[in-house]
């Protein structure tokens, strides 16, 4: 900005001179060299030194050109102009792109370097790199997490939003996980280290952002190539605007020069070579803002042609967590009874089912009261309590022990069940269900308002429960009792159902979702909650598990396709009619480099409607 303003005042003082001084010429003329060599040396140097590195035909090169040779053909005002304009776009393409960054910049910070470290019931502060998985560190309100980890002791609410895009604080509470770079709200937590510093959720994030820029998407790829023949061809062509119309008559050497001129710096190529790119980079920027991580422009044009979207069910569209829906007591027994009789039989084992059982019942269990405890895993258990033998589990491991079922069974399709027999005797049935995460149906009809051709889940759960599921959410197809070599048989199928154009997507969260995240045109991990190989194989990460941010990528991607396009027709046309007028002598020097920068920034101002909600 100094240069520019100084650049600028010598040349006011300069015209000044000419008007107030004419009887003394060679003033003003110093005053605008001066005014010349304040705004052309940096950038004449800079031309030299690609020239050096075998890069001739860059803009500095083009600018350096018309400069100098406006000052040779007496134009020295014209050749100050064409710098200082210069200078202008490249001062408001700095700041433009720096406003495009402030939301990946914001991420840099999101991992705190220091962590307090427990030892003997004492903390210290120590690198975060220095602590070991398996160690525990304090984390005291209104600082951040530095580490991924466990809750051991404390209750507090976090702020994700560096993270996730979510506003509203998470509460969180021992037992549950949270991520590094979130930050404590209130009370102090006690975490267990379960991820090194260079593992930890912030720490992956930092490094998909630092590497998006290198995965260029097709059309950015097609501007660098255009830009490397584009530049000398356009330098031949001012070659022939200055030569031909003078040899064959048509001009005076004078005027072909000074249009030659004027067709070299209208043809820069900037608006293109800054905008496109920058288009990508703000799409990228936009995207995390909203918690949806692109490992790159290439994913992201191919994110803006999505026609299929497909889903597995747990952990994905469903909470992966089960919750006790129904009991249905026998005749005679009591929803309560029959529920602490479940509890007391699954009150050790690990599996979810029974845990949920065990929470659902809500009671201390007394495991001093159990005994002959045996556990088959995935179908059932038996154990002795207050002199009772209690069995729960599957209908053939109860049959197979004896017990007789109603002829009627249970009407549960939907649901998970587990019967529950006293003494050999059937007792009643409890009902579980993975429900539906809360924005699942708000997902489906976000695509579908998208113009997504087809929804659909693919779950390793019965073919009933995704049916029951995807007529809940309103999914196009639900196929269940799929193995992942299934999934990825069911997702060819998926595959022969896109346009020419049309991409398939797939959201999954589990490490047997990896196969077929990697098959799909553009894999989705539900990043927050998901696992490592998930979220190391997939193309986009959803920080905060809710699928309706999948919409909201597509969104994204969409208006940065269309504000990548606009820029580039827009700036094709607008300097292909002012090349022409140049040609024709219909444009001075200073108004095509007005032009050039004029397109270029407004190109940029295009692009910035994309960090816009």
Same mark, same amino acid.
């Given at each position: ?50 020239? #050096? ?90 600082? =951040? ?17 560096? &993270? ?27 975490? *267990? ?89 703000? %799409?990228?920027?936009?995207?995390? /803002?909203?918690?949806?991580?692109? *490992? %790159? ?5 191919? &994110? ?10 747990? %952990? ?38 029974? @845990? ?6 809500? =009671? ?75 924005? !699942?149906? *708000? ?10 051709? =087809?929804? !659909? ?13 995807? /007529?809940?959410?309103?999914?196009? @197809? ?9 999934? &990825? ?13 049309? *991409?398939?997507?797939? !959201? ?34 959803? $920080? ?32 292909? &009619? ?22 270029? $920034? ?9 960090? #816009? =909600?």
């Amino acid at each position: 900005m100094i240069t520019l303003g100084t650049g600028a005042a010598l040349l006011a003082a300069g015209l000044l001179l000419k008007v107030f001084l004419p009887s003394i010429p060679w003033v003003a003329t110093v005053v605008l060299l001066a005014a010349f060599i304040t705004a052309a040396a940096e950038i004449i140097m800079q031309a030299i030194e690609n020239i #050096r590195r075998g890069e001739v035909f860059g803009e500095s090169f083009l600018m350096t050109i018309a400069g100098i040779g406006a000052v040779c053909i007496g134009e020295i005002p014209e050749g100050v102009i064409v710098f200082l304009l210069y200078r202008l776009g490249e001062y408001l393409q700095t700041k433009a792109v720096s406003s495009s960054r402030k939301s990946i910049s914001a991420l840099l910070d999101v991992r705190p370097d220091r962590a307090n470290l427990l030892e003997n019931g004492q903390s210290r502060e120590v690198e975060a790199e220095e602590v070991q998985v398996g160690q525990t560190i304090l984390v005291r309100p209104g600082e =951040k997490i530095p580490l991924d980890g466990v809750v051991l002791q404390g209750a507090s609410q976090l702020d994700t939003a560096a &993270l996730t895009g979510e506003s509203v604080p998470r509460d969180i509470a021992p037992g549950q996980q949270v991520m590094a770079g979130c930050i404590n709200l209130s009370g102090a937590l006690e975490i *267990k280290v379960e991820k090194s510093f260079g593992e930890s959720t912030a720490s992956k994030i930092l490094e998909m952002v630092e590497n998006a820029s290198e995965k260029k998407a097709a059309s950015e790829k097609f501007i660098t190539r255009f830009a490397r023949v584009y530049t000398p061809a356009v330098c031949l062509a001012a070659v022939i605007v200055a030569v031909i119309p003078p040899l064959a008559g048509w001009m005076e050497w004078s005027n072909s020069v000074y249009s030659a001129l004027c067709f070299l710096v209208i043809s820069c190529p900037c608006a293109l070579v800054i905008s496109v790119p920058l288009s990508f980079f703000a %799409g990228i920027g936009r995207a995390s /803002r909203e918690g949806v991580l692109v *490992k %790159g422009g290439n994913h992201l044009e191919t &994110l803006a042609e999505a026609q299929i979207v497909a889903f597995d069910k747990t %952990g994905t569209l469903t909470e992966g967590r089960f919750s006790v829906s129904a009991c249905i007591p026998a005749e005679g027994i009591s929803q309560e009874k029959l529920l602490e009789w479940a509890a007391l039989a699954e009150s050790r084992s690990t599996h979810p089912i029974a @845990q949920s059982i065990v929470a659902a019942y809500g =009671k201390p269990v007394d495991g001093d009261a159990l005994s002959e405890y045996r556990e088959v895993p995935g179908h059932g258990v038996s154990v002795m309590a207050n002199n009772c033998q209690i069995i729960a589990g599957k209908q053939n491991y109860l049959t197979e022990e004896g017990v007789k079922l109603p002829d009627a069974g249970v009407n549960a399709a939907s649901s998970t069940t587990v019967y529950v027999a006293v003494d050999g005797v059937y007792r009643g049935a409890v009902l579980l269900r993975d429900a539906p995460k809360k924005d !699942a149906k *708000k997902a489906i009809s976000g695509l579908r308002s998208l113009g997504i051709q =087809k929804t !659909a889940m693919l779950s390793g759960d019965s073919q009933a429960v995704a049916e029951a599921i995807g /007529r809940e959410l309103g999914l196009d @197809q639900a196929t269940g009792g799929l193995l992942p070599q299934d999934k &990825l048989d069911e997702l060819g199928k998926l595959r022969e159902q896109l346009s020419n154009k049309g *991409k398939l997507l797939y !959201a999954g969260d589990g490490i047997n979702d990896t196969p077929v995240l990697a098959a799909a045109d553009i894999g989705i991990a539900m990043g927050g909650l998901g696992a490592d190989a998930a979220i190391e194989t997939a193309d986009v990460i959803i $920080m905060g598990d809710e699928p309706s941010k999948i919409a909201a990528g597509i969104r994204i991607a969409r208006r940065t396709g269309r504000i990548a396009m606009e820029n580039i027709v827009f700036a094709i046309a607008i300097k292909v &009619l002012v090349m022409l007028l140049s040609v024709m002598g219909h444009i001075e020097l200073w108004a095509g480099v007005f032009a050039d920068v004029g397109v270029c $920034m407004l190109c940029v101002l295009n692009t910035l409607r994309i960090n #816009r =909600k």
